[in-house]
């Protein structure tokens, strides 16, 4: 089991640049694929990055490919989303989520943080 705690959210203008970081306890965290996904108002939530066990291999939703980075630091048990170039569209919760696979399916993620609220403002 891998218990996680997102931080890093808040208010930014469109254009501007935020950093999400997930704090991550447990056992098996080195050897756990993590991941983002985000929850637009009223919408469903939504794959947004993944990063394999190693750091090496990393996989992004079309939306934010270019813009967003996803990284991990096992000595540390940590995750990070930087997010650039951010817009309107951005504006959701995210969340980071960890998972025994490849995948960008939320239904195949196991653990999840509570969220963080990310606000893009014009």
């Known amino acids: 089991q891998v218990q996680l705690v997102e931080s890093g959210g808040g208010l930014v203008q469109a254009g501007g640049s935020l950093r999400l970081s997930c704090a991550a306890s447990g056992r098996t965290f080195s050897s756990s694929y993590m991941g983002w996904f985000h929850q637009p108002p009223g919408k469903v939530r939504e794959f947004v990055a993944r990063i394999s066990w190693t750091g090496a291999g990393t996989y992004y939703a079309d939306s934010v490919k270019g813009r967003f980075t996803i990284s991990r630091d096992n000595a540390k048990n940590m995750v990070y989303l930087q997010m650039n170039s951010l817009n309107l569209e951005d504006t959701a919760v995210y969340y980071c989520?960890?998972?025994?696979?490849?995948?960008?399916?939320?239904?195949?993620?196991?653990?999840w943080g509570q969220g963080t609220q990310v606000t893009v403002s014009s």
């Open positions: 989520a960890a998972t025994g696979m490849p995948t960008v399916l939320a239904s195949r993620y196991s653990n």
